[in-house]
């Protein structure tokens, strides 16, 4: 019909044909249909496909129609991002309508595989409406919603690539499917009751809970039946987007103690899952970063100030944003003591799957939702392995039968002064790229550290960091490190011949990386890793004064660093300032028993002569004289400038902790120790040598010297961290002034301490220092394979000019 109105050809001086490629995270995010819709509307015809390089299309019609069209493609829908649009003019071919085309395979794999993403309002609005033919089905999606990377095979990203490929499309999905005007257009692991997985709901012996038979709303569905086995106590594991967790009622005390014993997990905090921010803002004080990261897309974990308890009337003012904190508002006692022993914060997420979504409205208050793992452990993703090493764990499964390709851990963050500050990336951000502040020669593969561990793939300018793969010591962890480097190159076909690493040979990441053929190894040192993290976190190259602050890495001089000042940009550093060292006594050892620390730094700071009377020595009798011989021959204690290990020191020597069960434990107790409003400090000298030493000596005999007065704890805790933070001032004041640099880069695992983190940001933003801090990837040693990329890229730019 159009044609009847339509001029020839020759009589249409306007009409143009325009051939554009987007290149961007525009696959699986509903971009070909935002296309057909803008050129729809528009009057244009043409088509519009995904290849392996990401989106092409041809418009055509009036000039000023497709520059509309091509100016368009800049605003794409809300999970897109748009790196480049590329067009030019081709002769028009006079065609009618615009057609939506199916994937090509083939050519160079340029797309971007979206995260997975929290279910969309759409979805949800369905998943509540009795009258839609998706009533409380646990799989909804859209193409604004839904899993993805950990469903991805290869690319380009198409249903048949995914583990979704074995459910058919019934008829009424395939219509969705194929609508250019519906939001389920392509959206590839669309399904529905009749045709998507299937939930059941199994014994721990494998048997099928018959759910169909009984009274009451509980038949026929496995979540009513699965919320009322947690409400009597039991623990369930659930099959949920990147691997099982184990969920307990978080209100119940013993079923929370034996998910302890079961796990054997003794301190470490659970997780936990609420059903909305209303929830989480009845058990935390939630300001509006908090707010917003809690429900972003992405609903990582978030690390939040728990509740005062409850006072009549009474409500923490740090809170902002939702008023008076809800007339329910229990505060520390509605979750089970077991949850987070002694802590003063809560993990917290919300649902992100339309089954997270029902089990939490099902059950009606908190849940615990750990990873689905014992001890240190992976996460369990594969069915029958879950089956197998969950066994003794949890009491009943609640399970389906889509498979998870690759086993994503949630993600962890919190807020420090208005700034966020990831802990864990993973789930939600994973594979989304950093953008690097310099274009890559070539594709570069780095290779981590040791703990916490990720690696990272480049492209051009962008940084692929891996999600969480964990601490490669762990056999089952090492090999989901390998299969993740394998999987990640194949999605963005890459083959990289060049390999960065850590400069510890016995890291595993490391013995990886040399032992690759054919490629050129680059050579990072740890802390110079960290302060080129944090660089290329926020798009920059340096030069600026670097604090790494954690909590061991292989120096230069061979010496275990980790309280250092680095004048750093991406290509190189040197070594401005340090803490003191001191002997690490029995090496790893002193990493679980913070007391060897104490020792170390107190003979330290006494040459010898600790003063009489101190609990720690009592508390360890002849060990503390053994160890310290040791340390002082030298017997497997190597010299250390770890800033870690300094709060492990005063953390034992304050009676918090001596031993500990997870990394980190001593230096967390500590920091939750610490009075907040407590503002006295520690003086703490600083030597003039060519390499400043801190002079950590001193703040060991302040603290002691305070412990024999009888002062509080809590005060000395405080003013601990207080005198790190003017410590840090104060040598970055000197190097401003010796170098010229106004800049500082705060980077390490020790960052993580909030209180740390905030008493530094006061001090150096005060004196007008520009203070960069982590924004995408952790300051500990997660984030370290992308410092790593960024120094491997800037030292091939470096060497290729
Ligand atoms: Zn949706
Ligand atoms: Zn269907």
Known sequence: MADLHMPAAGQQPDRVRARARVVGLVQGVGFRPFVWREATARGLSGWVGNDAAGVILEAEGAADAVDALLDAL??????????????????????????????????????????????????????????????????????????????????????????????????????????????????EPVCCPACGPRLRLLHRSGDEVEVGIGAGDQAGDPIRAAAQLLREGQIVAVKGLGGYHLAVDARHEQAVAELRRRKHREDRPFALMVESAEAAQQLCAIGPEEHTLLTSAARPIVILRRLAAPRAGATEAAGGAGGAGGAGGAGGAAVAAAVAPGSPSLGLMLPYTPLHTLLLEAF??????????????????????????????????????????????????????????????????????????????????????????????TRGRHAFVSHHIGDLDDYATMLSYLDGIGHLSGLLDVAPAVVAHDLHPDYPSTRYAVELADVQLVGVQHHHAHIA????????????????????????????????????????????????????????????????????????????????????????????????????????????????????????????????????????????????????????????????????????????????????????????????????????RRLRESHGLSTVALSGGVFQNALLL????????????????????????????????????AQLRAHDA
Not at 552 to 570: C, M, R, S, V, Y
Request: aromatic letters at 6%.
């Open 74 to 187: 800049t605003r794409p829908p809300p999970l897109a991002r748009v790196v480049e649009v590329r067009s030019e003019l081709v002769p028009p071919v006079l065609d009618v309508g615009f057609a939506v085309r199916s994937s090509a395979t083939g050519g160079v794999r340029r797309a971007l595989v979206s995260p997975d993403t929290a279910t969309c309002r759409d979805c949800t609005r369905e998943l509540h409406d009795p009258t839609d033919r998706r009533f409380r089905h646990p799989f909804v999606n859209c193409t604004s919603c839904g899993p993805r990377y950990t469903i991805v095979q290869s690319v380009p990203y198409d249903r048949t690539r995914t583990t979704m490929a074995p459910f058919a499309l019934c008829p009424a999905c395939q219509a969705e499917y194929e609508d250019p005007a519906n939001r389920r257009f392509h959206a």
């Open 364 to 457: 009606g208050g908190p849940l615990v939702m750990t990873s689905g793992n014992a001890s240190d452990e992976p996460i369990a993703f594969a069915d029958d392995d879950a089956a197998q090493r969950l066994d003794r764990i949890a009491d009943a499964f609640l399970v389906h039968d889509r498979a998870i390709r690759t086993r994503v851990d949630d993600s962890v963050a919190t807020v420090v002064r208005g700034r966020v500050v990831p802990v864990r990336r993973s789930r939600g951000y994973v594979p989304s790229p950093v953008e690097l502040p310099l274009e890559c020669p070539q594709p570069i593969l780095a290779c981590g550290s040791a703990l916490k561990n990720t690696f990272c793939l």
């Open 533 to 732: 993290s944090c660089l290329a976190d926020n798009g920059v190259t340096g030069p600026v004064i670097g604090v790494a602050f954690d909590g061991i890495g292989l120096g230069a001089d061979a010496t275990a660093w980790g309280g250092e000042f680095l004048l750093a940009d991406l290509t190189g550093y040197t070594r401005a300032a340090h803490l003191a060292e001191v002997p690490m006594p029995g090496g790893d050892a002193a990493a679980r028993q913070p007391w060897r620390m104490a020792a170390a730094h107190l003979d330290a700071a006494y040459e010898g002569a600790v003063p009489a009377g101190l609990a720690v020595v009592g508390r360890h009798g002849r060990s503390w004289g053994q160890v310290l011989s040791a340390a002082r021959a030298g017997v497997n204690s190597p010299l250390t400038s770890s800033a870690g290990r300094l709060f492990d020191a005063v953390s034992a020597l304050l009676g918090i902790r001596d031993a500990v069960t997870y990394e980190g434990q001593a230096a967390i107790e500590l920091e939750h120790a610490a009075d907040p409003g407590e503002l006295g400090s520690y003086a703490v000298p600083v030597s003039d040598e060519a390499v400043a030493r801190v002079q950590v000596a001193h703040l060991v005999r302040a603290v002691v010297d305070d412990l024999a007065r009888g002062t509080a704890v809590p005060l000395i805790a405080a003013r601990f961290h207080t005198a790190l933070a003017d410590v840090v001032l104060d040598v970055c």
């Open 758 to 793: 905030h008493r530094c940001l006061d001090r150096l933003e005060a004196d007008r220092f520009i203070v960069l801090t982590h924004r995408q990837v952790p300051p500990n040693d997660g984030g370290i394979s992308l410092g790593q990329a960024a120094v491997a890229a």
